[in-house]
């Protein structure tokens, strides 16, 4: 493994994302920094930092997934505790921001809870966020700290670039996914189509028609998260119902909650290439899904941040 020299640079990890953040520490050539997150006997959240950060620039790795409450709250208590022991700067790195969908208010008398979160963050003391593929990136201007915004798709594109796929062009599931759809058919030099669907309540969505030309032609679907998979299936049920010849499709955050397996599973979608900004549970580990590691990117972005160098020169 390289070693990083600069001993100011310390990351830790919290329960949302174990695996992911030792593959981070190990790209940038660090141990992990010691701590402890336990809980008391009445469910209460305990951490101990077992090393001295006086001083230091500190990385919290922690996605806000499912259990999305009890992760923010070890996040919260985490970035107290090194702020009250002297921690020089405190980053927190979220691969996944959860809450990101209710970003706006879409109906009378709803939450922003995203701009809340920002709070939260920002009065427990963080100094910077460090998120991927955030939902809306207004959701940047709901922080008053420095966040930077790290993006999927150079990741998902190479994939697909190297399975060499002949015709391809790239779906964005829904009018609000075009500009992600955009960046990757860039990057594949292909041409975009977009799913026009009305959707009657949340977690509920009902396919309209295919913009663009898809016959015959082999389809990417692209959208930033995957939750229930409703939009995605139907989607690709739909794309093959109107001549694609097959479908795949890709997201940066596998949520997957409910009955999304099974509708992936059920689907005419040949394979789903997802990040690990959320760990799969076994459950989830199905043959029709591929997880890609977003590891070295965020390390990257570390070290960049860390040395103050220019984050957005990693995506040029």
């Known amino acids: 493994m390289a070693h990083y020299e ?20 190990k790209h940038i050539g660090i141990e992990m920094g010691k701590s402890s997150v336990t809980r008391f006997s009445d469910g209460e959240v305990q951490i101990n930092i077992e090393e001295s950060i006086r001083g230091c620039d500190i990385f919290v790795i922690q996605s806000t997934s499912s259990p999305a409450n009890e992760h923010i709250m070890e996040a919260l208590i985490m970035i107290d505790a090194l ?29 922003i809870t995203a701009k809340l979160v920002a709070n939260l963050f920002e009065t427990a003391g963080a100094s910077r966020v460090i998120a991927l593929d955030l939902h809306a990136t207004q959701i940047q201007g709901f922080f008053d700290i420095p ?12 994939y697909f670039q190297e399975k060499a ?20 058919a860039d990057r594949l030099k292909a041409p975009i189509a977009i799913v026009d669907k009305r959707r009657p309540k949340p977690n509920v969505s009902e396919v309209m028609n295919i913009v663009g030309n ?9 959208d930033d998260i995957i939750d229930t998979a409703g939009t995605i299936t139907l989607a690709a049920n ?15 955050h596998p949520v997957l909650s409910g009955p999304a397996i099974e509708r992936i599973q059920n689907s005419k979608i040949k394979e789903l290439v997802v990040t690990n900004t959320i760990p799969l549970s076994e459950d989830k580990k199905i043959s029709k899904i591929t997880q890609l590691s977003v590891a070295e990117l965020m390390a990257k972005a570390i070290i960049h941040v860390h040395e103050e160098r220019s984050v957005s020169r990693l995506f040029d």
């Open 214 to 222: 898809i016959e015959g032609k082999t389809c990417i679907l692209i």
């Open 6 to 25: 600069d001993k100011s640079l310390k990351v830790f990890t919290l329960n949302s994302n174990p695996t992911l953040a030792h593959e981070i520490t």
């Open 238 to 252: 739909a794309m093959i119902e109107n001549g694609a010849k097959e479908v795949y499709a890709c997201c940066t």
């Open 147 to 158: 966040v930077d915004q790290l993006v999927g798709v150079p990741i998902l594109a190479d």
């Open 83 to 111: 702020k009250r022991a002297s921690a020089k700067t405190i980053n927190v790195v979220m691969p996944y921001y959860g809450y990101a969908r209710q970003d706006r208010k879409a109906r009378a008398r709803e939450p």
């Open 165 to 184: 796929l002949e015709d391809i062009v790239i779906v964005s599931p829904d009018h609000g996914g075009v500009v992600r759809a955009r960046k990757m």
